[in-house]
Structure formats: structure tokens, C-alpha cells
């Protein structure tokens, strides 16, 4: 990681999908230590610029699809595409988690191990291809209890086995859906040496929610044409 590389990032859901707004989400976050906060709640109504100025801390806004199944997913991807700087498709199945991965357009798919689907190394190949993050929920790990935590513990850990043998990109969350379950970078690092995973990879993970963002604002944005291409406004001003 270089020194240009954004800090760790976090990703909530605010009211209505969760308990929280997203001020008070974002204000959690910064107390906690993230550089940054996505917020995955497309109903919530905010203002990204004025959280960022309150609370000194980046606040992303993000879309992230639950559909049944692949076709109504592709729909409302394109539909979220051209507004959202993330856009992500909540996997679980195994026809939304090869979807998704076999997408350019979805940055992020989010909680694949979540349902009965599974994720190998067919759908690791394809999200190296097409560039899509796999998200390593930390959620389950962190709230579950008994059985269902060591379920979730020994998932992750094959999940990584996979992800990083294919050397497919990766992201990093707990997935809270209030304030009260925010962590700090310290704890869920704390949580990955318990599966076995090195301090570095778990903020890796973190700060990559940073990096898509400020990929995607840029391709947003409208000087962008394509990768290392940009409107010049001198040019056209001169015209």
C-alpha cells in the first residue's frame, strides 16, 4: 500500500434496511478511525458532501442489488450503473454469485457465501477477468454464536484460500446495519488473525472500498472519455 492509497473504508446499511441514519453511521465511523463510509441503502436519503464536511470522513453512496435471480439482477444494474459510484449484487446463490462475478459493470459481490450457494474456483477465475471484488462478510463471524459462527468461520477461511490462489480482488466489511455494530479497523483485524489472515490483508480489504470509489467518481465524472483518456477543457475553451 502506498502512501497515496486511501485508509480503511466500511460499508453500513442506513435506515430504512438498517437501524441507524446515516449521519449517525458516518459519525460511528470517524470516531472508529475510517477514512471512509459506503453507504449500500439506495432509499436513504443524505447528503454525501455535508456528512463529508461534518465528520470528516468520506461517505460513498452505493447501490446494492437483491434480486432473485440473474435477469432482474442485470436490469437493475444497468439502471443504478450511470448514478452510483459502487454498484454491488448481493450474491448467496450460485447463479447470482457466477452473475455477478461475470459482470464489468457490478464492482462488488457482496455477502456470497450468505445463502445455500457457494463460491469456487470457476467463479474466482472470472472475478480476476472482469474485475470484481468478492466481499468478505465478517458479520456472520462477529454475531453469530455456536454452530453458525463456526460455519461462518470455516467459510471465510475457504473463501480466502480460494480467493487468494487465483489472486482474484477482495474487499473487506462487517456489514453493519447500525451504529451499535460498527467496528473498528483494530477489531476486525483482531478477527482475521483468529482465521488466520494477516493484519495487511484485512486492511488491504478495507482501503479497497477507497480505491473503487475514487475510481469510479473519476469515470463519473465528466471529463472522462475512457482509461487514460479525459476531456481537455483548455482545448475547448480555445475553440
Known amino acids: 500500500m502506498t502512501a497515496s492509497d486511501p485508509g480503511p473504508y466500511e460499508t453500513a446499511y442506513a435506515r430504512p434496511d438498517g437501524d441507524a441514519t446515516a ?7 470517524r470516531r472508529y478511525g475510517y477514512d471512509g463510509l459506503v453507504i449500500r441503502t439506495r432509499e436513504t436519503e443524505f447528503d ?9 470522513v468520506d461517505v460513498v453512496p452505493a447501490v446494492e442489488v437483491v434480486a432473485d435471480e440473474p435477469p432482474s439482477a442485470s436490469g437493475a444494474v444497468g439502471n443504478f450503473r450511470p448514478d452510483y459510484p459502487l454498484v454491488l449484487v448481493r450474491g448467496g446463490t450460485d447463479a447470482l454469485n457466477r452473475f455477478a462475478v461475470e459482470q464489468d459493470r457490478v464492482d ?3 455477502a456470497p457465501l450468505s445463502g445455500e450457494g457457494g463460491f469456487n474456483h ?5 472475478a480476476a477477468t472482469h ?3 468478492v466481499e468478505f462478510d465478517l458479520g456472520p ?5 455456536g454452530g453458525r459462527r463456526v460455519r461462518a468461520l470455516k467459510g471465510l ?6 480467493v487468494g490462489h487465483y489472486d482474484a480482488p477482495y474487499v473487506v466489511s462487517a456489514r453493519p446495519t447500525s451504529h451499535l455494530e460498527v467496528r473498528s479497523p483494530r477489531e476486525l483485524v483482531a478477527l482475521g488473525a483468529e482465521l488466520g489472515f494477516t493484519e495487511e490483508w484485512i486492511r488491504d480489504g478495507l482501503a479497497e472500498w477507497g480505491r473503487l470509489a475514487a475510481r469510479n467518481r473519476e469515470r463519473l465524472s465528466a471529463e472522462f472519455i475512457s482509461p487514460g483518456v479525459r476531456v481537455d477543457r483548455c482545448e475547448e475553451d480555445d475553440r
Do not use: F, N, P
Request: cysteine-free.
Open 157 to 162: 477461511r475457504k473463501l480466502r484460500e480460494i
Open 48 to 56: 454525501a458532501d455535508a456528512l463529508r464536511e461534518r465528520y470528516d
Open 131 to 133: 474485475g470484481t471484488r
Open 23 to 29: 449521519a449517525r453511521l458516518a459519525q460511528t465511523a
Open 108 to 110: 462488488v459481490l457482496a
Open 122 to 126: 470457476v467463479l474466482a477465475k472470472a
Open 141 to 145: 463471524a462477529l454475531r453469530e454464536s
